[in-house]
């Protein structure tokens, strides 16, 4: 082979690695400072967001400005979740390798920002006049979570009272925002029971607590199809304490704060949860199978990521959210 021939071949092998190392330099402070990917293990945000759909997330517009309430954001969860992480993909599991170390074992949720420091929020029951507008065809568009439990139950008029009176619309500082008018939530966790989040971090020592609650939920089944109303065991508390390493999240993060003046009963028996500085709050449209932050708390302003930007994936349904 001649000496040119030799030259030539070897000047290309360079300029390809240099290329190759020069896109992942670049793809690599993309991922830190522009946008990343995300897959969506959980159905806490259908219909807007369906089951394992991929999703770019755009990273700069909150490094400038705060989102607003209502809007759909990706954030880090202040805790480690081990489930959600036994269901990431290996992409997924190393474009998390070029997270920041503070974040290292934890995964991003997607949920709708209900919450910003300063807010005091309600879940008020949205009564029985509701009910009575369903039956007569004058509401039409209710979620779908609630129009599974109207057609699970055949008619509004077999739904038990302890399921109705669950159902709530969203109150912030004494008012129903426009952007949370058609948004209903059912009354949950924190927003049944003040000493939720204890009872999660410390099930053992609020065992007597946890066995004389009012406090159940509501399951979808999605095997059986079946709606199952349960109150929750102490076996129950020690699972969600170990899955979300809850101890660990409570002691560093929730223990710093006044829960009690916080997060209170008032005169009309509602919790009152009022957001501290430095943090928000955070519900899925799906409430009947959304762990948000009715279900573990307030998640600290330097954990959100971005917004979601576009899904990617399945192509069928590529386009932006």
Do not use: C
């Not at 065809?137 to 779908?144: L, S």
């Not at 009272?161 to 924190?190: H, M, T, W």
């Not at 279900?295 to 990521?305: A, T």
């Amino acid at each position: 082979m001649k000496k040119a021939t030799k030259k030539k071949i070897k000047d290309e092998t360079l300029d390809w690695i240099y290329a190759i190392i020069y896109a992942l330099i670049f793809g690599t402070i993309i991922r830190l400072y522009v946008f990343e990917t995300m897959m969506v293990p959980t159905p806490s945000m259908v219909p807007t967001i369906q089951v394992y759909d991929r999703l770019f997330v755009e990273k700069v517009t909150y490094e400038f400005a705060e989102p607003n309430r209502g809007s759909i954001v990706v954030f880090w969860t202040p805790f480690v979740d081990i489930r959600a992480q036994q269901q990431l993909r290996a992409f997924d599991r190393f474009m998390d390798f070029f997270a920041p170390a503070k974040f290292e074992g934890h995964v991003k949720y997607v949920k709708r920002l209900v919450g910003k420091p300063g807010d005091t929020l309600r879940l008020v029951p949205v009564g029985e006049t509701f009910w009575e507008d369903i039956k007569n065809g004058e509401i039409q568009n209710t979620p779908d979570w609630l129009n599974f439990i109207i057609n699970y139950y055949e008619s509004v008029d077999y739904i038990p009272s302890q399921i109705k009176n669950k159902v709530s619309k969203l109150e912030i500082n004494g008012e129903i925002l426009p952007e949370f008018e058609n948004i209903y939530y059912l009354r949950d966790a924190i927003f049944e029971d003040p000493k939720f989040f204890d009872y999660i971090a410390y099930p053992d020592k609020y065992s007597y607590e946890i066995a004389t609650s009012d406090l159940f939920f509501m399951y979808k089944d999605n095997f059986t199809g079946r709606l199952i109303p349960a109150k929750p065991t102490i076996e129950w508390y020690k699972e969600m304490r170990d899955t979300l390493l809850f101890t660990d999240f409570y002691e560093n993060e929730l223990s710093k704060l006044d829960l009690p003046s916080l997060i209170f009963k008032d005169e009309e028996g509602l919790v009152n949860v009022k957001i501290p500085e430095g943090y928000y709050f955070f519900m899925g449209d799906n409430t009947l199978e959304s762990q948000d932050s009715r279900f573990f708390g307030f998640v600290p302003v330097e954990n959100v990521i971005g917004t979601t930007f576009l899904r990617i994936y399945p192509f069928d349904r590529f386009g932006k959210i």
